[in-house]
C-alpha cells in the first residue's frame, strides 16, 4: 500500500502549487529583485539618464567591498548568527597590508597574511560564540571593538599604498566601448565571490549543513551533523570575506584609514536582509545577497544624482529594510499555516 | 523467532547511570541487543528509555557504566560518531529540518556526491528510493515543513535506513503513524531483523510489541525491572511490570460513549460544508454540548485539515460556521479562542512547548493568553496541581523546567494547558500520541468527565479502540472527505477499520 499526501492531479494548477511548494524560499529573493527592477524604472523615469551602462558597472564597482562582505555575512546569517565585527576588521586588514607593504613586504605575502588575519578574527568570534556560550552579538561587537583598535595601532593616520599590484586591480578598466560596460579586476574578485559561495552553499555537504544548522540546531546535531565545526568555519568565512574586502576596499580608496568602514556592518546586514536572507537562519541565497547589494547602491547612486545628502540613503535603507523584515514574517506566517 | 543466546550482542550497557541535577534518570541499567531481534524497550513515560538510547548514542554522558558494541568498549560522543559505528538513531520527537526538502532530510551527511560537489538528482532520487521502501511517495523536492507529523516521521524513519547499519534504533517511530504506515514499517523491520541487524523499538502500543518483538527489557523509574523473550510475559503481567502495580482499573474504564447526549439545543459548533481547496472537500460537523466527536480515518485523510479549519488555523475557502445557533466568524485561531474553542494540535513540540519555562508557567500560559497579559490570572497554583495531579504529570514538580520532561509528560502538561482555560469546545488532535497505557487511561478519563459536565469535544486520533470507547459519534474521512458518521455504542473497532475502507459495514450476517 502506498501513501501519497501531495494532489497527484497534473493540472496546471498542481504544477504551479508544486513550484512554489518547492521554491518558496526564494519568494523573498523575487520580492528584492521586483524591487530593484521598480527602482530602475523610477529612477530612469526621474532622471531619464539612470539606466546607463556607466551607471550599472557602477553599481558593481563602487560596492565590491560590500558585496564581498555580504558574501560572508550571509554564511553567519544562515546559521542564524550575526557578525558585528566586520567593518572593523576590513578597516584592520587594510590598514596592516597598507603599512607591511610600506615596510617593503611583496604584495604576494601581503594578501594572504590579510586573509589569514580576517580568518583569525572570525575564529575567535566562532569560538566565544561556540566554546564559551556568548552570544554571536556580544562576541562579534567585542570583536569589532578590538580590531578597530588594532586598527588604530597600526597607524592613527591613513597609509597611502603605491603597491602596483593593489592599485592595478582598481585601475585597470576592462571596457567594451568608452563610457560603456566596465569592470575592474576588484569587481571580478566580487563576482567570483558570489559565484563561489552560491556553489559551497547550493552544492556541498558544509552548505546544507549550515542551512541545517539555521534551521534547527538541535535536530541538526541529532542527525549527526557535524554543527560545531560548521558554525565556527562560518565564522572564519565572514572573517575571511572581511580580508578580502580589506584588499578591495584598500584598491578602491588608494589608501587605507583607521576610521574605514564605520557602520559598515550595519549596511552589509541590511543588504543581506534585503536581498531575502531570513536574520532567524536557515533561509536566504548569497544571490539573494548580491540584490541586496545593487539595491543598496542603486539608493545611494539615485541619492547623489539627485545632490540630495548621502544620509538619505541610510534613511531610505532604513526604510526599505522595515518593509523587507514585515514581509518576511508574513511570508514565514503563511508557510506555516499551509 | 526468539534470538538465540549463543549469538554474542551487538550491543551490551552495564551498570549505566546517568544523572541529571536533581534526578538520576537511570541507575545501573544493564542492556543487552543481539544480532537479528527486535528487542522492546518498556516503561512508563518518564522511565529513562529515552535516556537510555541517548546514552547509547552518546548524547548524554554516562556517570557510570560500560557500552560494548560487538564486544568492544565505546564511548560515543553524538549520533554521528554512533552511526560511523554501525548505530542508527530516530530519536523520540521528529528531529529534522524543516526548512529544508524532504529529500535533504534524509539525505543531509550522506548525499551521493560527484568530485565532492553534490549530485542532487540522484540524491533524490535515492531518497525517493527510500521513502518508497516505507510505501510513501511524495515528491521529495517538497518543503519538510509542509507536511504532516506523520510524513515527518518516515521521513525521519527513512534517514536511520541510509546507512547499512547493525544496530537500528527506533524510540516511538509508530506514535503518529496509522495501521498501514505501520505494517509497512513493520515489514522492514522484519526483513532488517532477518538480515542480521539488531533493532531496539520503543513503543506504547502493546499491540505492536506482541506483534513485533522477540524480547523486552522493562525500565520502571530508572532501573532496569526485567527482561524476557516475549512469549513468556503475558500482557497483563507486562503491565504490571511497567507500572509497578496491577491494573484493574483500566479495565474498570468502561465506554465512556455509552451516554446519551441532549441534542435538542442548537448544536455548539455546527460546521456546513466547510472546506479548502486542495485540503478538505467540503463536510457537515455538528458538535452538541457534553458531546465528543471523534474523528476517524487514515493518515491523510483529512482529520487534522478538519481540525484545522474548524479552529481557524486554516481560513476556510466554502462554508458557514454557526455556534449556537448563530452565524460564527472563526477565520483566525484569536477567533477560535475568543469563542472558547481549544485546540491542542498534533505538532506539539512546534506549536507548544516553551522549554525554558518551568511546567507551571507552561500550563498557565494558556489561562493568561485568555485573560489578557495585564490581568493576573488568580490562583494559578491550584489549577496547576489540579492538572497535573489528573493527568498524572511526573515527576510531580511544577517547578521543574518542561525541557527537563520526559516526551510523554511533555504531551500531559500541554494537554492541561488547554483544557485549564475550560473552554466550551476543545479540538485534541491525537492528544495521547506518545502516552503510556496508565496516562492514557487518566486522559481518557478526564476528557470523559469534562464531556459529562458540559464540555464538547473533538477527538482526533489513530488509534480506533480509543476514539470508540470515548466518543459518542465517530465522523469518518477518507480521501478528504467525509465519507460518513457512525453512533459509537453500536459498532466495535472491526467495523470502523471495514467502514474506512469500504464505506460499509460488513456484519457476519450481512454477508450470509
Ligand atoms: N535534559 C534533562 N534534564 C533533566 N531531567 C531530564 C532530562 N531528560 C530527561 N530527564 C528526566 O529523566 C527521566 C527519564 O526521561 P526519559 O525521557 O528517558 O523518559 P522516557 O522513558 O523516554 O519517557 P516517554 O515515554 O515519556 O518518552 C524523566 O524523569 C525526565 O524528567
Ligand atoms: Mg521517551
Redesign the interface.
Known amino acids: 500500500m502506498t501513501t501519497s499526501l501531495s494532489p497527484t492531479r497534473t493540472s496546471g494548477l498542481a504544477f504551479a502549487r508544486r513550484f512554489i511548494s518547492r521554491r518558496i524560499s526564494w519568494v523573498p529573493v523575487f520580492a528584492a529583485v521586483f524591487i530593484l527592477v521598480v527602482m530602475f524604472v523610477a529612477a530612469q523615469a526621474y532622471f531619464g539618464n539612470f539606466l546607463t551602462p556607466r551607471v550599472i558597472s557602477s553599481l558593481l564597482l563602487d560596492n565590491a567591498y560590500l558585496l564581498i562582505l555580504a558574501v560572508g555575512m550571509t554564511f553567519v546569517i544562515l546559521t542564524g548568527g550575526i557578525d558585528l565585527s566586520v567593518g572593523a576588521v576590513m578597516a584592520f586588514t587594510g590598514m596592516l597590508g597598507a603599512s607591511l607593504l610600506r615596510d617593503g613586504l611583496p604584495v604576494a605575502l601581503v594578501i594572504p597574511i590579510m586573509l589569514v588575519v580576517g580568518a583569525a578574527m572570525g575564529l575567535g568570534v566562532g569560538v566565544l560564540v561556540q566554546y564559551f556560550g556568548v552570544q554571536p552579538f556580544i562576541a562579534s561587537l567585542a570583536a569589532m571593538f578590538a580590531a578597530r583598535g588594532l586598527a588604530f595601532m597600526v597607524s592613527l593616520s591613513s597609509i597611502k599604498v603605491e603597491d602596483k599590484a593593489i592599485l592595478w586591480l582598481q585601475s585597470t578598466r576592462l571596457q567594451a566601448a568608452p563610457g560603456s560596460w566596465s569592470i575592474t579586476p576588484t569587481g571580478i574578485l566580487a563576482l567570483l565571490t558570489v559565484v563561489v559561495a552560491a556553489l559551497v552553499l547550493a552544492y556541498t555537504r558544509f552548505g546544507r549543513t549550515i542551512y541545517a544548522v539555521g534551521g534547527n540546531e538541535q535536530s541538526a546535531k541529532l542527525m549527526g551533523l557535524p554543527v560545531v565545526r560548521t558554525k565556527l568555519l562560518a565564522y572564519v568565512i565572514s572573517g575571511v570575506c572581511a580580508g578580502l574586502a580589506g584588499v578591495a576596499f584598500t584598491a578602491y580608496t588608494g589608501a587605507s584609514y583607521p576610521l574605514n568602514g564605520i557602520g559598515t556592518e550595519l549596511d552589509t546586514i541590511a543588504a543581506v536582509v534585503i536581498g531575502g536572507t531570513l536574520l532567524t537562519g536557515g533561509s536566504g541565497y548569497v544571490l539573494g545577497s548580491m540584490v541586496g547589494v545593487f539595491v543598496y547602491g542603486t539608493i545611494k547612486s539615485a541619492i547623489s544624482f539627485l545632490g540630495a545628502e548621502q544620509s538619505w540613503t541610510r534613511i531610505t535603507i532604513g526604510a526599505l529594510l522595515l518593509v523587507f523584515v514585515v514581509v518576511q514574517r508574513i511570508i514565514v506566517a503563511r508557510s506555516r499555516r499551509r | 523467532m526468539t534470538a538465540d543466546s549463543e549469538v554474542p550482542p551487538v550491543v551490551e550497557m552495564r551498570g549505566i547511570t546517568i544523572e541529571f541535577p536533581g534526578v538520576k534518570a537511570l541507575e545501573g541499567v544493564d542492556f543487552t541487543l543481539r544480532a537479528g531481534e527486535v528487542h522492546s524497550l518498556m516503561g512508563e513515560n518518564g522511565a529513562g528509555k529515552s535516556t537510555l538510547i541517548k546514552a547509547l548514542t552518546g ?1 548524554y554522558t554516562i556517570a557510570s557504566g560500560t557500552i560494548a558494541v560487538s564486544g568492544v568498549e565505546r564511548t560515543f560522543r ?6 560511523a559505528a554501525g548505530i542508527s ?1 530516530v ?1 523520540q520527537e521528529v ?7 524532504v529529500g ?1 532530510n534524509i539525505m ?2 550522506h ?1 551521493s ?1 560527484v568530485a ?3 549530485d ?1 538528482r540522484s540524491t533524490h532520487r535515492e531518497a525517493a528510493r527510500h521513502l ?1 521502501n516505507l ?5 521529495t ?3 519538510l ?4 507529523i506523520a ?1 515527518q516521521q518516515l521521513v525521519a524513519i527513512s ?1 536511520a535506513m541510509v546507512t547499512d547499519s547493525k544496530v537500528l534504533v527506533l524510540d516511538e517511530p509508530t506514535s503518529s503513524l496509522d495501521r ?2 505501520v ?2 514499517l513493520f515489514g522492514v523491520m522484519r526483513d532488517l531483523r532477518d538480515r542480521g541487524v539488531a533493532i531496539l523499538f520503543v513503543t506504547h502500543f502493546l499491540d505492536q510489541v506482541y506483534e513485533i518483538s522477540d524480547r523486552l527489557t522493562v525500565l520502571r523509574n530508572g532501573k532496569l525491572v526485567a527482561e524476557h523473550p516475549v512469549s513468556e510475559v503475558p500482557r497483563a503481567e507486562l503491565i504490571s511490570l511497567m507500572i509497578g502495580r496491577e491494573l484493574d482499573e483500566l479495565q474498570a474504564l468502561s465506554r465512556a460513549s455509552v451516554r446519551t447526549v441532549d441534542r435538542t439545543d442548537a448544536p455548539v459548533l455546527s460546521a456546513t460544508q466547510l472546506g479548502r481547496k ?2 478538505l472537500n467540503p463536510v457537515d460537523v455538528d458538535v452538541y454540548e457534553g458531546e465528543v466527536i471523534g474523528i476517524a480515518g487514515l ?2 485523510s483529512g482529520r487534522t485539515e478538519l481540525a484545522r479549519l474548524l479552529y481557524g ?3 476556510a475557502d466554502t462554508g458557514r460556521l454557526e455556534m449556537h445557533g448563530r452565524p460564527a466568524r472563526i477565520t483566525t485561531p484569536r477567533n477560535a479562542i475568543d469563542n472558547r474553542i481549544a485546540f491542542s494540535s498534533e505538532d506539539r513540540r512546534a506549536e507548544g512547548i516553551i522549554g525554558d519555562l518551568t511546567v507551571a508557567e507552561n500550563i498557565v500560559l494558556g489561562l493568561q493568553a485568555k485573560r489578557g497579559w495585564l490581568r493576573k490570572v488568580r490562583n494559578p497554583e491550584r489549577v496547576v496541581a489540579e492538572y497535573m495531579d489528573a493527568l498524572g504529570v511526573t515527576p510531580a514538580d511544577p517547578h521543574r523546567l518542561i525541557r527537563e520532561l520526559s516526551g510523554g509528560n511533555q504531551q500531559k502538561v500541554l494537554l492541561a494547558r488547554w483544557l485549564a482555560t475550560a473552554p466550551q469546545l476543545i479540538i485534541l488532535d491525537e492528544p495521547t500520541r506518545g502516552i503510556d497505557i496508565g496516562a492514557k487511561a487518566d486522559i481518557q478519563r478526564k476528557v470523559a468527565e469534562l464531556s459529562n459536565a458540559g464540555l464538547s469535544v473533538v477527538f482526533i486520533s489513530s488509534e480506533l479502540e480509543e476514539v470508540l470507547r470515548i466518543s459518542q459519534r465517530v465522523v469518518v474521512m477518507r480521501d478528504r472527505h467525509k465519507i460518513g458518521e457512525l453512533a459509537s455504542n453500536d459498532i466495535e473497532v472491526a467495523d470502523l477499520v471495514d467502514f474506512i475502507a469500504h464505506d460499509t459495514i460488513k456484519k457476519p450476517e450481512s454477508v450470509a
Open positions: 548524547v553524538g549520533t554521528a560518531d554512533a552511526q538513531t530519536y528531529n529534522l529540518c524543516g526548512n529544508l526538502s535533504e543531509l551527511g548525499e556526491r565532492g560537489r553534490i542532487w518508497e510505501g510513501v511517495q511524495i515528491d523536492r517538497s518543503l515543513s509542509s507536511h504532516s510524513l534517514r498501514s504506515e505494517e509497512q486542495g485540503s493518515l491523510g488555523a486554516d481560513r
